[in-house]
């Protein structure tokens, strides 16, 4: 398998008696965009920290690239962790100059970037101007101005309006649909991983409870809806991959198994209504694992 571009391994983060971690093991693989999900206080914050070394581990390892999270390794990640705090009196286009100074990066034109984030007419206002939606653009450009390989990103739409939602999607998406750039996002927003993230893992209590492709995820997560009479004889099947569900039956089956199931139903006399899969959601299997906070 291709180096991960973040591989965490039995890591541990204790605050005091407060244990943010408990142990994590977790591969994010190189190319794409990967969502980080888990109820509040799981780890998610305390995990990214401690991938660029902001945080240091209790026990356990992270590595970036297969190489401990040093100054020569960090310079291939970028990060947009806590709100950033730009200077109110700078523009958009001097804001990121700075970033790119602090960063020793001594040749660096500003505007591909701020195009890249839908910020070029905005590039000589000042940043105390700018709406919230506006700094986060600006966030994930000084994030994407050392040209990094992997770019983690804590919660990039909190407290954004649908509009700014959506771009912050698109810009994700070109990032790594375009870019090639690994992108690595914590969020709440469950609809939202959904839509644009290619692999999730959802962490609770500091422990890895579910990872995989969206499509993975959900494909076994998926049950049959059978609606038939009597609903009892359809649980008496199913044993304990059936459950009742008003007055349907959920079944917890593969796609394969599903005709034979029908055909013993209808064998043994039961009428049926209605059988149809039933897609899970990212929102069900967060609820599933993780009993959906505390
Ligand atoms: N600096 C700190 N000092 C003490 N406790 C901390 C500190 N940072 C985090 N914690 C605790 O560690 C646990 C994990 O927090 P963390 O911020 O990593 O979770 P999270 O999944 O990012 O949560 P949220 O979704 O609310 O941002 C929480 O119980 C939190 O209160």
Avoid at 16 to 43: C, I, M, T
Avoid at 180 to 192: I, Q, Y
Wanted: net charge neutral.
């Amino acid at each position: 398998m291709a180096v991960p571009a973040l591989a965490a391994r039995s890591l541990v983060k204790r605050y005091g008696a407060v244990q943010a971690l408990a142990g994590l093991d977790l591969d994010v693989p190189a190319g794409g965009v990967f969502g980080l999900l888990g109820p509040n206080g799981a780890g998610k914050s305390t995990l990214l920290r401690i991938a660029i070394d902001l945080v240091r581990p209790s026990a356990g390892t992270v590595a970036l690239f297969g190489a401990p999270p040093s100054p020569a390794v960090l310079r291939r990640v970028g990060s947009f962790i806590e709100a950033p705090r730009f200077h109110a009196y700078l523009s958009a286009r001097e804001a990121l100059i700075h970033v790119a100074l602090v960063g020793g990066l001594r040749r660096f034109d500003p505007d591909p970037l701020l195009d890249r984030v839908g910020l070029t007419d905005a590039a000589d206002r000042r940043v105390d101007t700018f709406s919230l939606g506006m700094k986060q653009r600006l966030g994930i450009a000084a994030a994407l101005v050392g040209t990094p390989d992997l770019i983690i990103l804590d919660e990039p739409t909190n407290g954004m309006d649908p509009a700014g939602i959506s771009e912050i999607r698109t810009l994700v998406r070109t990032l790594a649909d375009v870019d090639g750039v690994t992108v690595l996002l914590s969020s709440h927003l469950l609809d939202e991983v959904q839509r644009i993230c290619d692999r999730v893992a959802i962490l609770d209590h500091g422990r890895l409870v579910a990872t995989g492709t969206i499509g993975d995820l959900l494909a076994t997560r998926a049950r049959l809806r059978i609606s038939a009479t009597p609903a009892a004889a359809v649980l008496a099947t199913l044993g304990e991959r059936g459950q009742r569900d008003g007055d349907a039956v959920l079944a917890d089956i593969a796609r394969s198994e599903a005709p034979a199931l029908i055909a013993a139903l209808v064998a043994a006399g039961v009428a049926i209504e209605e059988a149809r899969w039933e897609g899970a959601n990212l929102e069900s299997l967060f609820f599933q694992q993780t009993g959906g906070g505390r």
